[in-house]
């Protein structure tokens, strides 16, 4: 696929939240009573979830505009099948200690590289027989899982540890966590509030170093709706503040993480304007910045993109919860971002780069939904377009991204985007 460089101005709207959904129909699985979630997510991740919660002997019926689950009504199978969610991955397995037989939680591609040997310690402790393949998947786990006292090393990823916040409310005893190092604690606050919807009940102190669960608690089945996703609407809001201007509505205020990506667009000088659940931004005159990514990771590529197009040096910390993604994706965006002519480098911790005009050429995504993304909202404002390999891999967080992309486009910025082949 080649996107050309153009103008683009238009209106959207925001993607549902994939990690929002994830965690509703996990929640759903184990509930009694049937949850119905309306403005779902369909990417690849969302759909690893709902058959994962089928899987776990859940009733699901998708429909085009809801997805209705009933817990409880078919055989446990032996097998979870995440796919390439990392999240589904970690989350579920402490919820498939639950049951009372082994159940393998596995994956595909990149997936079955990605660390989860954070997960055995913690839990053995509470009474699981859990093996890994060295620290990798696939993941087995035998319960069911009681309660207890337990620490988890939040350092790597805050996924196990929501997934096991989600599960401990269903043990038979009480629990106490001792958290350490924690990363992303909004995708941990993001956890808390679907737990406390569903109707069970969990503290985690300010600090989120201590959580105290209750056991034989009960989720109850009801309705919920998905908010719009930042992360996915993180790269149009670039794309507005860079080529134009876009406005995405259904993206109301959030805990998400990703949410921060508006300080990061004020800071860099493009115009903001809310109203409602509509988000409007256009360009401005743009500046080198700082940011730190540490607890928004995802927001890496995109900020990449938006720097290439700020005038001085723009430094972005937090390259260290890179190395665990869909690839390697601080190295990625230096080398593919490099291809288009940028100047990247990491330094330590931090990413640096310099404001320059981009030339364009071919660069590859390698498998990685958000360098896919990030690389075609940089080819907006490049000299010469930019080809893009194996981007179909977006379906993964935000299957609309490239009619979304033409969307936002006029009649000339159309022709000029030239957005040649349809996303599969």
């Given at each position: 696929m080649k996107i050309m460089p153009g103008n683009i101005k238009g209106e959207i709207t925001a993607p549902p939240s994939k990690s929002m959904m994830q965690r509703a129909v996990a929640i759903a699985a184990l509930a009694n009573g049937t949850t119905e979630i309306t403005n779902p997510s369909f990417c690849d991740d969302s759909l690893a979830s709902i058959e994962i919660a089928r899987a776990l002997g859940a009733e699901v019926d998708v429909h085009q505009d809801m997805v209705k689950i009933s817990s409880g009504v078919n055989e446990v199978k032996s097998v979870l099948n995440c796919n390439e969610s990392g999240l589904c991955m970690r989350m579920f397995s402490p919820i498939a200690a639950l049951f009372d037989k082994q159940l393998t939680i596995t994956g595909t591609g990149s997936l079955l590289s990605r660390p989860v040997g954070m997960i055995?310690?913690?839990?053995?402790?509470?009474?699981?027989?859990?093996?890994?393949?060295n620290g990798v998947p696939p993941v087995k786990v035998t319960g069911p899982m009681h309660g207890g006292q337990i620490?988890?090393?939040?350092?790597?990823?805050?996924?196990?540890?929501?997934?096991?916040?989600?599960?401990?409310?269903?043990?038979?005893?009480?629990?106490?966590?001792?958290?350490?190092?924690?990363?992303?604690?909004?995708?941990?606050?993001?956890?808390?509030?679907?737990?406390?919807?569903?109707?069970?009940?969990?503290?985690?102190?300010?600090?989120?170093?201590?959580?105290?669960?209750?056991?034989?608690?009960?989720?109850?089945?009801?309705?919920?709706?998905?908010?719009?996703?930042?992360?996915?609407?993180?790269?149009?809001?670039?794309?507005?503040?860079?080529?134009?201007?876009?406005?995405?509505?259904?993206?109301?205020?959030?805990?998400?993480p990703d949410q921060m990506i508006k300080s990061a667009l004020v800071d860099a000088g493009a115009e903001l304007e809310f109203n409602n659940n509509e988000v409007f931004v256009s360009r401005g005159e743009l500046r080198a910045f700082e940011f730190d990514a540490t607890n928004s990771p995802d927001l890496f590529p995109?900020?990449?993109?938006?720097?290439?197009?700020?005038?001085?040096?723009?430094?972005?910390?937090?390259?260290?919860?890179?190395?665990?993604?869909?690839s390697n994706r601080a190295q990625v965006l230096v080398n593919e971002f490099t291809r288009m002519g940028a100047e990247i480098r990491?330094?330590?911790?931090?990413?640096?780069?310099?404001?320059?005009?981009?030339?364009?050429?071919?660069?590859?995504?390698?498998?990685?939904?958000?360098?896919?993304?990030?690389?075609?909202i940089a080819a907006l404002?490049?000299?010469?377009?930019?080809?893009?390999?194996?981007?179909?891999?977006?379906?993964?967080?935000?299957?609309?991204?490239?009619?979304?992309?033409?969307?936002?486009?006029?009649?000339?910025?159309?022709?000029?985007?030239?957005l040649s082949g349809e996303q599969k």
């Open positions: 055995e310690e913690p839990l053995k402790r509470l009474g699981v027989d859990v093996k890994t393949n620490t988890v090393d939040g350092g790597v990823s805050s996924q196990f540890l929501s997934g096991l916040l989600i599960a401990l409310p269903l043990c038979k005893e009480d629990s106490e966590v001792d958290i350490l190092d924690l990363k992303s604690k909004d995708y941990v606050s993001m956890t808390e509030s679907m737990i406390l919807l569903f109707g069970a009940n969990i503290w985690i102190d300010d600090e989120m170093k201590k959580a105290s669960v209750s056991g034989n608690q009960q989720y109850i089945g009801k309705k919920y709706r998905v908010e719009g996703d930042w992360s996915g609407a993180a790269f149009m809001l670039v794309a507005g503040a860079i080529a134009g201007e876009v406005n995405i509505n259904q993206l109301e205020s959030s805990i998400q995109p900020l990449v993109a938006l720097a290439c197009n700020c005038k001085g040096k723009t430094i972005i910390h937090g390259v260290s919860r890179l190395a665990h993604k869909e990491i330094d330590g911790d931090r990413m640096e780069i310099m404001g320059k005009p981009l030339k364009g050429g071919t660069v590859d995504s390698n498998g990685d939904h958000r360098i896919a993304m990030a690389c075609a404002r490049s000299e010469l377009g930019v080809e893009i390999r194996h981007p179909e891999c977006v379906s993964k967080s935000y299957p609309k991204f490239f009619q979304d992309l033409k969307r936002i486009s006029n009649e000339e910025g159309l022709r000029d985007l030239g």
